[in-house]
């Protein structure tokens, strides 16, 4: 039984105190324990950002990678074994930004790996500037009279892409986040989780104030999961309130499915000594 | 050309089929037992432009193209008048008088001899479609040369293979239909470059690119990421080709970025990965290279060269770049980069390439040029019972266990730590593109940081006693020496051959590994040697200034072409001439 203390490494986070990075960090690792997954099984794959360190401080596998580039770095380990729990966790401005491109790639592309977005509208690590899912109007120092183009929205964006599990939890809601990372996990293909995430330093805006405000449950509403257009329309939402829980979630076969050569044994794990290759070369004659 | 050996250039626009012509003309050759070089010129377009395809045969070895061409076929009048100039004393033209009116006069000299092949007629005889014409032109070469006409339909049907029946059918009339008009007409006769047959060795044909890939499945790489670029698509295509027969996982990725990264992250995961790209799109994965040099992941990128900047001549063929591949990247870094000067050569070194990734935990370049990845050549079937998988200190699962305390990063005395991969119970580690400790655990001491740098750098010290010397080709007391690196290793092999018959004695230091730099011998070649020259085909002689800066010795002479064109070994002989009575 894996508990929460073989998760804990040698460093303590460095974010800033209040920070929206802490309860998701704390459900990862709750959804590990209850998922009960070895952690020399799990992989956990980050760009760069605040958020982006975090596979530093969950003792299992991990790569801080460069920034944008979380998704595409978990997409070749996870080719290259299919037998690994690969997470994957960065930024709004890491995936829905510099990163957006592979984004919208591998959900088309469904591979089994859950994408922990840490949302919080800003850029932190940086010292705020504007995001990709800053609220048109704001202003920041990158756009001190306001931003002028509307946001990404990844809810919308994902579903567009083909995603196959997709939904978005809130920080100051560890439980229902924890469940949301659990469910994506266990889910075969790709589950974006998009987390609202206070940032307390540079966010002035979109503060656990006002998401409190803001947010309901799905659950408690009589949204239909399996239905495409109902999702879409509820990934409209935003301002006075914002949805939060499961979007949409379809069975379709991965990426990994579809590839027999990995059926058996991963990649990672096959022979590579006195491959044969004379067949290969008569061709050639 | 001589006895015993043929230069046969095709040329028309793109559509035309002048590709697949000229591949089987290439292989008929090869299968008669005779060397073979070829060589494709093509503009970046889909159709119209001018595209030719060149094939040398020869009883002895054949190394480059060349600049004269004996039999010239026609498919246009652009074809005509762009290479006649290339024609040998007594050369011919086989064309289609029915479209291309063609006096003696026309040329400006009296030795060429004409044929005219009604192509189109034939083709549409044949009963297949117009564009067979190419195929017509193909059966008449072959009679040329006096080959049986069996030696086409057979190389036809393994060309054509997965195609129509019908398609296959209507080319081996139209062929047939084109060497029956020659031996008919017995314009062979006049002709007399009847090539024999010299049955008995069978030879690879292939390419660059094609040798690469081989190397690759060889190697053991079971991931390969990459986005289609001009010249090294082709490596994409074969690596597709095999992926299920040879357990491979083969990834057409949404852009350069993604196809390094994904290699980055099955090399962690612990699957040998490379990923292939020209220029521009090295352009875009150099930050990520420094992130496998950082993390300490093993990876193989292919670089085959063309043209620049940005888009350059997209299907031509240059030496450009190998000053930005050997500094891609922000930071000091260990990094290895392998040019092959040849189709074997890059069969080899890229199995090498994986051994030394594996083995020092680093990036691996491997430079080609379009020139190499897309020229095909005969070679004997590599040599393959030698080839050994090397993965250094890749922990199995008993030793990981054994070790105790694992640390990724471990300082050791050659500066190689030993590596886990994900799934290996007591391996756990973050990689990171930050600085960091032996855990792999963030870190920004300044003690840490310097010694971490050092131990990058101690692996690349104990590499350099591994990576083997430069070859020296020709005699030892030659009074000029050539220094060059990659594919100008075909046309100066040549260029010697033809340089001994003016007794002019020359050899040739060819630089393979780049990186690592053999700054030793060259330095004492440069002290030894009469006169020294660099071959390059850039503008600015990158190597040059690369011995100058790791020698601090200048080479006196520099031959460089820069067009977007090989150079003709004939141009290397002139320039030599040069130097030697001039310089």
Partial sequence: MVELADLKTVGQPNWCPGCGNFPIWHSLKKAIVELNLKTHNVAIFSGIGCSSKMPHWVNTYGFHSIHGRPLPIATGARLANNSL????????????????????????RNLNIAYIVTNNQVYGLTTGQTSPTSDKGYATKSTPTGVIEMPINPIALAIASGATYISRGFSKEMKHLTKLIVDGVRHNGFALVDVLQPCVTFNRKNTYKWFSERVYKLEETNHDTTNKQAAFLKSLEWNDHIPIGLFYKEIRPTYEDELQQIAETPLARQKIEDINIGTLMTEFE | MGVGGLSWKIGGG??????????????????????????????????????????IAKVEEVFSHLKKVDLLVALNRETIDRHEDELVLGGAILYDGDKISLIEEDLGRKDVRLYNVPLLRLAEESGGRRIMMNSVALGASVALIGFDFARISSVMRDVFQGKARDTIDFNIKAAKLGYDYVKCKAIEKDFRRELPEVDGKKRMLLTGNEAVGLGAVKAGCKFYSAYPMTPSSSILHFMAAQERSFGMVVKHTEDEIAAINMAIGAGFAGARAMTATSGGGFSLMSEALGLAAITETPIVVVVCQRPGPST???????????????????????????????????????????????????????????????????AEKFEVSEIKIERGSLLNDEELEKIGEFKRYEFTETGISPRAIPSQEGGIFTATGNEHDETGYLS?????????????????????????????????????????????????????????????????????????????????????????????NNKTAQLANLIREKTGKEVEHKILKYDGRQFFPTEICQMIREVMYNG
Avoid at chain 2, 15 to 37: E, P, Q, W
Avoid at chain 2, 345 to 372: G, H
Avoid at chain 2, 475 to 485: F, G
Wanted: glycine share 8%.
């Fill in chain 2, 312 to 378: 350059g001549l997209p299907t031509r063929t240059e030496q450009g770049d190998l000053k930005f591949i050997l500094h891609a990247s922000q930071g000091d870094f260990p990094r290895f980069v392998i040019a092959p000067g040849d189709v074997e050569e890059c069969f080899y070194r890229t199995i090498e390439a994986f051994n030394l990734a594996e083995k020092y935990q680093c990036p691996v370049i491997l430079l080609l040029d379009k020139y190499l990845s897309e020229s095909h050549k005969t």
């Fill in chain 1, 85 to 108: 729990t690969v997470v994957a966790v960065g930024g709004d401005g890491d995936g829905y930004g510099i990163g957006v491109g592979h984004f919208v790639h591998a959900m088309r």
């Fill in chain 2, 444 to 536: 920004e001491d300044k003690t840490v940081r310097t010694r971490m740098m050092d131990k990058r750098f101690r692996k690349f010290e104990q590499a350099k006693k591994e990576v083997p010397e430069p070859e020296l080709f020709g005699p030892q007391d030659a009074e000029v020496t050539i220094i060059a690196w990659g594919s100008t290793k075909g046309p100066i092999k040549e260029a010697i051959r033809l340089l001994a018959h003016d007794e002019i004695r020359t050899n040739f230091l060819q630089i393979v590994y780049l990186n690592p730099f053999p700054a030793d011998i060259i330095s004492r070649t440069i002290d030894t040697s009469k006169k020294t020259v660099v071959v390059e």
């Fill in chain 2, 14 to 55: 793109a559509g035309y089929g002048i590709m697949t012509t000229g591949f089987i003309f290439s292989k008929v050759c090869s299968r008669a037992g005779l060397h073979v070089f070829d060589h494709i010129e093509y503009p970046s377009l889909i159709r119209g432009g001018h595209n030719t395809y060149q094939v």
